[in-house]
């Protein structure tokens, strides 16, 4: 069996011939890596276009919008408009499904009763901003 060790990592980086991997197939030390995505240059310049051409009063706009929409029962937009304030759901702690709830330990379920106990800081922030909140939450 061919070794790591038996080949210096140097010559097989530069090495046409083994593709720069090592003969157990790993990426050699002094590997390039890749010509990497060959449209990140262009999404780049093209965010930074839309970051230009966008104003603060206009993202405030979208806004309204959205959350007039969210308020007439769009539910494309509640979910975006709380997918971007609150975040997106936790996955469900997964189990068997003939698993029985009572069947979790005590660290599991103080696990669930935690998470659902206490929101994301971002989630207080905004709700603590809502008329007739109080700062406790």
Do not use: C
Request: aromatic share 2%; no cysteine.
């Amino acid at each position: 069996m061919i070794r790591d060790a038996e080949v210096s990592p140097r010559a097989v980086a530069t090495d046409p011939s083994t593709n720069g991997r090592t003969p157990r197939g790993r990426f050699a030390r002094g590997n390039p890596g890749g010509p990497g995505n060959p449209y990140a240059r262009r999404v780049a310049w093209l965010r930074a276009a839309l970051i230009d051409a966008v104003t603060n009063e206009d993202m405030r706009d979208v806004a309204r919008v959205l959350v007039a929409r969210a308020k007439d029962g769009d539910i494309g937009a509640i979910r975006e408009l709380l997918d971007r304030t609150v975040g997106k759901p936790q996955p469900l702690m997964e189990t068997e499904a003939s698993e029985p709830i009572m069947s979790l330990t005590d660290a599991q379920i103080a696990a669930v009763a935690q998470s659902i106990a206490r929101p994301p800081a971002r989630a207080m922030h905004l709700t603590s901003r809502l008329p007739g909140s109080s700062p406790d939450g």
